[in-house]
Protein backbone atom coordinates (compact mmCIF):
# COMPACT_ATOMS: atom_id res chain seq x y z
CA UNK A 1 0.00 0.00 0.00
CA UNK A 2 1.27 2.91 -1.38
CA UNK A 3 1.79 6.48 1.29
CA UNK A 4 -0.96 8.70 0.62
CA UNK A 5 1.85 11.32 -0.59
CA UNK A 6 2.52 8.89 -3.22
CA UNK A 7 -0.85 8.10 -4.19
CA UNK A 8 -1.48 12.09 -4.39
CA UNK A 9 1.96 12.44 -6.44
CA UNK A 10 0.68 9.78 -8.66
CA UNK A 11 -2.53 11.18 -8.85
CA UNK A 12 -0.79 14.73 -9.73
CA UNK A 13 1.06 13.21 -12.72
CA UNK A 14 -1.49 11.69 -14.27
CA UNK A 15 -3.46 14.89 -13.81
CA UNK A 16 -1.14 16.45 -15.40
CA UNK A 17 -0.55 14.47 -18.31
CA UNK A 18 -4.59 14.39 -18.76
CA UNK A 19 -4.65 17.80 -18.74
CA UNK A 20 -1.72 18.32 -21.27
CA UNK A 21 -3.54 15.56 -23.64
CA UNK A 22 -6.55 17.06 -23.46
CA UNK A 23 -5.35 20.46 -23.95
CA UNK A 24 -3.62 19.54 -27.37
CA UNK A 25 -7.00 17.76 -28.30
CA UNK A 26 -9.00 21.04 -27.68
CA UNK A 27 -6.67 23.03 -29.75
CA UNK A 28 -8.63 23.56 -32.78
CA UNK A 29 -11.70 23.51 -31.30
CA UNK A 30 -10.93 26.18 -28.49
CA UNK A 31 -7.60 26.99 -28.13
CA UNK A 32 -8.43 29.61 -25.12
CA UNK A 33 -9.61 26.29 -23.09
CA UNK A 34 -8.41 27.17 -19.35
CA UNK A 35 -5.52 24.91 -18.32
CA UNK A 36 -7.32 22.90 -15.41
CA UNK A 37 -6.07 20.21 -12.93
CA UNK A 38 -9.20 18.27 -12.94
CA UNK A 39 -10.48 15.59 -15.96
CA UNK A 40 -11.51 17.69 -19.09
CA UNK A 41 -13.92 15.60 -21.16
CA UNK A 42 -14.50 15.75 -25.25
CA UNK A 43 -17.38 16.77 -25.62
CA UNK A 44 -18.47 17.73 -22.17
CA UNK A 45 -21.49 16.16 -21.15
CA UNK A 46 -24.30 17.62 -21.32
CA UNK A 47 -26.37 17.12 -17.66
CA UNK A 48 -29.15 20.01 -17.79
CA UNK A 49 -31.79 17.27 -19.26
CA UNK A 50 -31.74 15.09 -15.92
CA UNK A 51 -33.68 16.52 -13.46
CA UNK A 52 -34.09 15.02 -9.61
CA UNK A 53 -36.34 16.34 -6.56
CA UNK A 54 -33.89 18.40 -4.81
CA UNK A 55 -34.80 18.08 -1.11
CA UNK A 56 -33.35 20.87 0.69
CA UNK A 57 -34.91 23.25 3.14
CA UNK A 58 -35.14 25.52 0.53
CA UNK A 59 -36.54 23.77 -2.21
CA UNK A 60 -38.72 20.61 -0.63
CA UNK A 61 -38.70 19.12 -3.47
CA UNK A 62 -38.91 20.97 -6.72
CA UNK A 63 -37.09 19.11 -9.43
CA UNK A 64 -34.08 20.82 -9.98
CA UNK A 65 -31.87 20.91 -13.40
CA UNK A 66 -28.35 20.07 -13.15
CA UNK A 67 -27.56 23.68 -14.20
CA UNK A 68 -25.79 26.60 -12.10
CA UNK A 69 -27.35 29.81 -11.48
CA UNK A 70 -26.01 32.55 -14.27
CA UNK A 71 -22.43 32.93 -14.69
CA UNK A 72 -21.85 30.65 -11.63
CA UNK A 73 -20.82 26.83 -11.09
CA UNK A 74 -22.75 24.35 -9.43
CA UNK A 75 -20.19 21.31 -7.86
CA UNK A 76 -22.33 17.77 -7.88
CA UNK A 77 -21.14 14.71 -6.04
CA UNK A 78 -22.82 11.16 -6.28
CA UNK A 79 -22.48 9.91 -2.70
CA UNK A 80 -24.07 8.53 0.47
CA UNK A 81 -24.30 9.48 3.61
CA UNK A 82 -22.99 5.89 5.23
CA UNK A 83 -19.92 5.92 3.58
CA UNK A 84 -17.06 6.88 6.28
CA UNK A 85 -13.77 7.40 4.01
CA UNK A 86 -14.40 8.58 0.46
CA UNK A 87 -17.25 10.98 0.58
CA UNK A 88 -16.50 13.17 3.47
CA UNK A 89 -13.17 13.16 2.46
CA UNK A 90 -14.33 14.51 -0.73
CA UNK A 91 -16.97 17.02 1.03
CA UNK A 92 -14.51 18.30 3.42
CA UNK A 93 -11.97 19.20 0.78
CA UNK A 94 -14.74 20.29 -1.57
CA UNK A 95 -15.59 22.67 1.65
CA UNK A 96 -11.65 24.04 2.17
CA UNK A 97 -11.77 24.73 -1.28
CA UNK A 98 -14.71 26.87 -1.21
CA UNK A 99 -13.28 28.24 1.75
CA UNK A 100 -10.22 29.28 -0.10
CA UNK A 101 -12.27 31.01 -2.52
CA UNK A 102 -12.49 35.01 -2.71
CA UNK A 103 -16.49 35.93 -1.62
CA UNK A 104 -17.35 37.23 -4.47
CA UNK A 105 -16.48 34.10 -6.13
CA UNK A 106 -17.53 32.10 -3.51
CA UNK A 107 -21.11 32.83 -3.79
CA UNK A 108 -21.35 32.28 -7.67
CA UNK A 109 -20.52 28.81 -6.58
CA UNK A 110 -23.25 26.35 -5.24
CA UNK A 111 -22.64 22.39 -4.04
CA UNK A 112 -25.25 19.51 -4.78
CA UNK A 113 -24.92 15.90 -3.21
CA UNK A 114 -27.12 12.87 -5.01
CA UNK A 115 -27.61 10.15 -2.89
CA UNK A 116 -27.24 6.93 -4.38
CA UNK A 117 -29.00 5.21 -1.47
CA UNK A 118 -31.88 6.92 -1.12
CA UNK A 119 -33.22 3.85 0.88
CA UNK A 120 -30.71 4.97 4.31
CA UNK A 121 -30.60 8.56 3.26
CA UNK A 122 -33.91 10.06 3.92
CA UNK A 123 -34.61 13.35 3.41
CA UNK A 124 -33.69 14.22 7.22
CA UNK A 125 -30.30 12.11 7.25
CA UNK A 126 -29.30 13.90 3.58
CA UNK A 127 -29.86 17.42 4.77
CA UNK A 128 -28.43 16.49 8.40
CA UNK A 129 -24.98 15.58 6.63
CA UNK A 130 -24.90 18.51 4.20
CA UNK A 131 -25.17 20.53 6.83
CA UNK A 132 -22.34 19.33 8.07
CA UNK A 133 -20.37 20.32 5.55
CA UNK A 134 -22.05 23.72 3.85
CA UNK A 135 -24.67 26.61 4.84
CA UNK A 136 -26.20 25.84 1.70
CA UNK A 137 -26.77 23.11 -0.17
CA UNK A 138 -28.80 21.01 -2.97
CA UNK A 139 -30.11 18.10 -1.45
CA UNK A 140 -31.19 15.36 -4.54
CA UNK A 141 -32.58 12.50 -3.56
CA UNK A 142 -35.26 10.25 -5.73
CA UNK A 143 -36.65 6.27 -5.08
CA UNK A 144 -36.78 6.09 -9.43
CA UNK A 145 -34.29 4.49 -9.29
CA UNK A 146 -34.20 4.78 -13.37
CA UNK A 147 -34.17 8.77 -12.87
CA UNK A 148 -31.47 8.18 -11.09
CA UNK A 149 -29.58 6.15 -13.75
CA UNK A 150 -30.19 8.74 -16.16
CA UNK A 151 -28.43 11.34 -14.10
CA UNK A 152 -25.63 8.94 -13.36
CA UNK A 153 -25.41 8.43 -17.17
CA UNK A 154 -25.43 11.68 -18.22
CA UNK A 155 -22.66 12.30 -15.95
CA UNK A 156 -20.85 9.42 -16.79
CA UNK A 157 -21.06 8.05 -13.08
CA UNK A 158 -22.10 4.65 -11.66
CA UNK A 159 -23.23 2.83 -8.26
CA UNK A 160 -24.08 -0.21 -7.03
CA UNK A 161 -25.81 -2.21 -4.23
CA UNK A 162 -23.85 -4.66 -2.63
CA UNK A 163 -25.54 -7.75 -0.72
CA UNK A 164 -27.06 -7.32 2.52
CA UNK A 165 -24.59 -8.71 5.15
CA UNK A 166 -25.40 -10.38 8.61
CA UNK A 167 -26.61 -7.04 10.07
CA UNK A 168 -28.51 -6.14 7.49
CA UNK A 169 -25.95 -3.77 6.27
CA UNK A 170 -24.73 -3.79 3.05
CA UNK A 171 -22.22 -1.66 1.03
CA UNK A 172 -22.35 0.68 -1.80
CA UNK A 173 -19.74 1.04 -4.53
CA UNK A 174 -19.96 4.72 -6.15
CA UNK A 175 -18.13 6.98 -8.78
CA UNK A 176 -16.38 9.01 -6.41
CA UNK A 177 -15.56 12.32 -8.66
CA UNK A 178 -16.84 15.72 -7.59
CA UNK A 179 -17.80 17.43 -11.18
CA UNK A 180 -18.25 21.80 -11.98
CA UNK A 181 -21.49 22.41 -13.90
CA UNK A 182 -21.35 25.69 -15.27
CA UNK A 183 -24.91 28.10 -15.86
CA UNK A 184 -25.41 25.72 -19.14
CA UNK A 185 -25.23 22.52 -17.91
CA UNK A 186 -22.73 21.53 -19.28
CA UNK A 187 -19.87 19.39 -17.42
CA UNK A 188 -16.80 21.85 -17.70
CA UNK A 189 -14.12 19.51 -15.17
CA UNK A 190 -14.36 16.59 -13.31
CA UNK A 191 -11.91 15.79 -10.36
CA UNK A 192 -11.30 12.41 -9.04
CA UNK A 193 -11.37 11.40 -5.37
CA UNK A 194 -7.92 12.54 -3.53
CA UNK A 195 -8.00 16.17 -5.70
CA UNK A 196 -7.03 18.70 -3.02
CA UNK A 197 -8.39 21.55 -1.93
CA UNK A 198 -6.40 23.69 -3.49
CA UNK A 199 -6.23 22.11 -6.96
CA UNK A 200 -10.42 22.30 -6.39
CA UNK A 201 -10.39 25.74 -5.76
CA UNK A 202 -7.80 27.05 -8.26
CA UNK A 203 -9.81 25.56 -11.12
CA UNK A 204 -12.85 26.74 -9.88
CA UNK A 205 -11.40 30.11 -9.82
CA UNK A 206 -9.80 29.83 -13.19
CA UNK A 207 -13.43 28.85 -14.55
CA UNK A 208 -15.30 32.08 -13.03
CA UNK A 209 -12.78 33.82 -14.47
CA UNK A 210 -13.76 32.79 -18.36
CA UNK A 211 -17.33 33.51 -17.25
CA UNK A 212 -16.24 37.21 -16.24
CA UNK A 213 -18.42 39.02 -14.17
CA UNK A 214 -21.52 36.71 -15.22
CA UNK A 215 -22.27 37.74 -18.68
CA UNK A 216 -22.51 34.16 -19.82
CA UNK A 217 -21.75 33.02 -23.18
CA UNK A 218 -24.54 30.63 -23.37
CA UNK A 219 -24.32 29.60 -26.50
CA UNK A 220 -23.02 25.95 -24.73
CA UNK A 221 -25.73 24.93 -22.93
CA UNK A 222 -28.28 23.50 -25.22
CA UNK A 223 -31.32 22.78 -23.52
CA UNK A 224 -32.97 19.99 -24.20
CA UNK B 1 39.23 -42.92 21.23
CA UNK B 2 39.71 -40.62 24.20
CA UNK B 3 40.05 -37.57 21.66
CA UNK B 4 36.56 -38.48 19.59
CA UNK B 5 34.64 -38.96 23.33
CA UNK B 6 35.80 -35.47 23.97
CA UNK B 7 34.72 -34.02 20.81
CA UNK B 8 31.64 -36.24 21.11
CA UNK B 9 31.10 -34.55 24.62
CA UNK B 10 31.84 -30.83 23.34
CA UNK B 11 29.00 -31.40 20.86
CA UNK B 12 26.82 -32.25 22.85
CA UNK B 13 27.24 -29.79 25.05
CA UNK B 14 26.88 -27.26 22.34
CA UNK B 15 24.08 -28.75 21.47
CA UNK B 16 22.62 -28.56 24.94
CA UNK B 17 23.78 -25.20 24.81
CA UNK B 18 22.07 -24.47 21.71
CA UNK B 19 19.17 -25.79 22.91
CA UNK B 20 18.71 -23.94 25.53
CA UNK B 21 19.65 -20.83 23.49
CA UNK B 22 16.36 -21.44 21.73
CA UNK B 23 14.10 -21.89 24.40
CA UNK B 24 15.69 -18.71 26.18
CA UNK B 25 14.86 -16.97 21.79
CA UNK B 26 11.20 -18.21 22.96
CA UNK B 27 10.55 -16.88 26.14
CA UNK B 28 11.97 -13.38 25.72
CA UNK B 29 10.00 -13.19 22.52
CA UNK B 30 7.21 -14.20 24.49
CA UNK B 31 7.95 -11.72 27.42
CA UNK B 32 8.67 -8.89 25.64
CA UNK B 33 6.50 -9.02 22.65
CA UNK B 34 8.14 -7.53 19.53
CA UNK B 35 6.11 -3.31 19.95
CA UNK B 36 4.36 -1.69 17.22
CA UNK B 37 4.53 1.74 17.34
CA UNK B 38 0.83 3.79 16.20
CA UNK B 39 1.27 7.32 15.45
CA UNK B 40 -1.32 10.27 14.08
CA UNK B 41 -4.04 8.04 14.89
CA UNK B 42 -7.24 10.06 14.17
CA UNK B 43 -11.06 9.68 14.35
CA UNK B 44 -13.38 11.20 11.68
CA UNK B 45 -15.58 13.54 13.03
CA UNK B 46 -19.05 12.74 11.88
CA UNK B 47 -22.09 14.49 10.77
CA UNK B 48 -25.86 14.57 12.62
CA UNK B 49 -26.88 11.18 12.15
CA UNK B 50 -24.34 9.48 11.08
CA UNK B 51 -24.01 5.99 11.76
CA UNK B 52 -20.64 5.35 10.69
CA UNK B 53 -16.91 6.57 11.25
CA UNK B 54 -13.39 5.92 10.40
CA UNK B 55 -10.14 5.86 12.50
CA UNK B 56 -7.22 6.52 10.76
CA UNK B 57 -3.09 5.75 11.81
CA UNK B 58 0.19 4.89 11.19
CA UNK B 59 1.35 1.48 11.74
CA UNK B 60 5.29 1.09 12.39
CA UNK B 61 6.84 -2.48 13.46
CA UNK B 62 10.59 -3.57 13.56
CA UNK B 63 10.58 -6.96 13.27
CA UNK B 64 6.93 -7.43 11.17
CA UNK B 65 3.49 -8.11 12.63
CA UNK B 66 0.21 -7.86 11.32
CA UNK B 67 -2.96 -6.46 12.76
CA UNK B 68 -6.11 -8.40 12.61
CA UNK B 69 -8.94 -6.85 14.43
CA UNK B 70 -9.61 -3.63 15.83
CA UNK B 71 -12.59 -2.94 17.95
CA UNK B 72 -14.03 0.93 20.34
CA UNK B 73 -15.68 0.64 23.53
CA UNK B 74 -19.61 -0.47 22.71
CA UNK B 75 -20.51 3.33 24.20
CA UNK B 76 -18.87 4.54 20.94
CA UNK B 77 -19.42 2.43 18.34
CA UNK B 78 -21.49 -1.38 17.92
CA UNK B 79 -19.07 -2.82 15.47
CA UNK B 80 -15.75 -2.03 13.90
CA UNK B 81 -14.09 -3.65 11.16
CA UNK B 82 -10.85 -3.22 9.50
CA UNK B 83 -11.69 -2.02 5.90
CA UNK B 84 -9.77 -1.52 2.70
CA UNK B 85 -11.17 1.16 0.09
CA UNK B 86 -10.48 0.10 -3.87
CA UNK B 87 -11.23 0.96 -6.97
CA UNK B 88 -10.91 5.04 -7.91
CA UNK B 89 -8.16 5.08 -10.75
CA UNK B 90 -9.65 7.20 -13.46
CA UNK B 91 -13.25 7.80 -13.49
CA UNK B 92 -13.67 4.36 -11.89
CA UNK B 93 -16.25 3.38 -9.36
CA UNK B 94 -14.81 3.37 -5.07
CA UNK B 95 -16.09 0.47 -3.04
CA UNK B 96 -14.96 -0.26 0.67
CA UNK B 97 -14.66 -4.53 1.34
CA UNK B 98 -13.80 -5.71 4.93
CA UNK B 99 -9.83 -7.46 5.39
CA UNK B 100 -8.79 -10.24 7.23
CA UNK B 101 -5.37 -8.51 8.71
CA UNK B 102 -3.04 -5.84 7.38
CA UNK B 103 0.74 -6.51 6.77
CA UNK B 104 2.96 -4.36 9.09
CA UNK B 105 6.34 -5.02 7.24
CA UNK B 106 9.30 -5.48 9.04
CA UNK B 107 11.17 -2.63 9.77
CA UNK B 108 8.52 -0.48 7.93
CA UNK B 109 4.90 1.02 8.26
CA UNK B 110 1.60 1.28 6.83
CA UNK B 111 -0.65 3.98 6.84
CA UNK B 112 -4.54 3.78 7.36
CA UNK B 113 -5.57 6.65 5.09
CA UNK B 114 -8.72 7.97 3.16
CA UNK B 115 -9.28 6.29 0.42
CA UNK B 116 -6.92 3.38 1.61
CA UNK B 117 -7.38 0.81 4.89
CA UNK B 118 -9.23 2.71 7.72
CA UNK B 119 -10.70 1.01 11.33
CA UNK B 120 -14.33 1.50 10.21
CA UNK B 121 -16.72 2.49 12.89
CA UNK B 122 -20.48 0.98 12.39
CA UNK B 123 -23.82 1.79 14.47
CA UNK B 124 -21.90 4.55 16.25
CA UNK B 125 -23.59 5.12 19.55
CA UNK B 126 -23.00 8.97 19.77
CA UNK B 127 -21.76 11.36 17.18
CA UNK B 128 -18.15 11.87 17.49
CA UNK B 129 -17.13 15.81 18.05
CA UNK B 130 -14.54 17.74 17.04
CA UNK B 131 -11.52 16.96 20.22
CA UNK B 132 -13.25 13.49 21.49
CA UNK B 133 -10.33 10.96 22.38
CA UNK B 134 -11.61 7.45 21.02
CA UNK B 135 -9.77 4.57 22.57
CA UNK B 136 -9.09 1.89 19.79
CA UNK B 137 -7.85 -1.40 20.41
CA UNK B 138 -6.03 -3.11 17.92
CA UNK B 139 -5.08 -6.85 17.83
CA UNK B 140 -1.81 -7.71 16.30
CA UNK B 141 -0.20 -11.20 15.81
CA UNK B 142 2.78 -11.04 17.45
CA UNK B 143 1.93 -7.67 19.50
CA UNK B 144 -1.22 -8.66 20.98
CA UNK B 145 -3.30 -5.83 22.14
CA UNK B 146 -2.10 -2.50 21.59
CA UNK B 147 -4.17 0.72 22.52
CA UNK B 148 -4.23 3.90 21.15
CA UNK B 149 -6.51 7.50 21.29
CA UNK B 150 -7.89 8.58 17.94
CA UNK B 151 -8.04 12.68 18.24
CA UNK B 152 -11.08 13.15 16.56
CA UNK B 153 -11.07 16.05 13.93
CA UNK B 154 -12.74 16.88 10.33
CA UNK B 155 -10.75 14.49 7.48
Redesign the interface.
Known amino acids: MPGWDATRARLTAALGAIATVAALGGCGENADQTKLNGFTRTPSPQVAAAKLPDVSPWSRGREAAFRARRGGLLLTYFGFTSCPDVCPTTLADTRRALERLAPGERERVEVAMVTVDPRRDTRRALNGYLSHFFREWRALRTTDTRALARAERAFGARHQIGPAGAHGDYEVSHTASLYAVDDGGVVRVEWPFGTEADAIADDVSALLAERGEGRANTDRGEDR | MNRITTIAAALLAAAALGLGACGDDEQNTTAAAEPVTISDAWA?V?????????IYMTIASEQGDALTAASVPADIAG?TQI?E?M??E????????EVDRIEIPAGGS??L??????V????LARPIAAGDRVPVTLTFERAGEVTADALAR??
Do not use: D, F, I, N
Open positions: RTPPEAKTSAMHTGGGHGEMKMQVEEPGGYHMLMKEG
